[in-house]
């Protein structure tokens, strides 16, 4: 009975082993914010960051990080450069990164280059848009112009009309 004592003993240590190693294999939208920019900051300059940030102010410069969420109050005139842009404000500049998201009430103007992109209806793109899948070199590539503001859509439509 001893030997079980011991292996008991030593499961548990097993199991702490274990744990960080899945923490680090977490997803970074799961991860917390690590910095946030307030609505009412402005910050005119280059920012570079690493983990998750949340940006609600105005930012008058280029961004490089991971994790970028931009809330329905900020605005970016720069270009952005990171790994996940889950985007809600105004962005004037252009966007490269593996994930975008663009929710309803996300305005961007400029080229944008995702391998994975996300449009949701409502949301406002105007300039060039480069997706491709994971699968490079098998002809999944795909480019567009694109101007997708309901207005232009609206106009077209009524210009029929005369």
């Known amino acids: 009975m001893a ?10 240590t097993r199991n702490e082993i274990s744990a ?13 914010i690590a910095s946030v920019l307030a609505k ?6 280059e920012i570079s960051f690493k983990g998750k940030a949340r940006f609600d102010g105005t930012v008058q410069g280029d961004i490089t990080g991971e994790y970028l969420i931009l809330s329905d109050t900020a605005q970016v005139t720069g270009n952005i450069t990171v790994t996940t842009l889950v985007c809600h404000g105004k962005v004037e500049g252009n966007v490269m990164a593996e994930v975008v998201t663009a929710h309803a009430t ?3 103007h400029g080229i944008l280059k995702s391998q ?7 949301a406002s793109l105007e300039g060039e848009i ?5 699968k490079q070199g098998a ?7 694109t101007n997708n503001e ?6 077209k439509n009524g210009s029929d009309k005369k």
């Open 40 to 45: 009412e900051m402005v910050i005119t300059g």
């Open 150 to 155: 309901a207005k232009d859509s609206a106009d």
């Open 3 to 12: 030997l079980f004592k011991k292996e008991e003993k030593n499961e548990p």
């Open 139 to 145: 002809g999944n590539s795909q480019s567009q112009k």
């Open 130 to 134: 480069h997706s491709s899948s994971r």
């Open 20 to 32: 960080p190693q899945e923490r680090r294999a977490v997803k970074n939208e799961k991860d917390p």
């Open 106 to 108: 996300s305005e961007i």
């Open 116 to 122: 994975n992109l996300t449009v949701e209806s409502g």
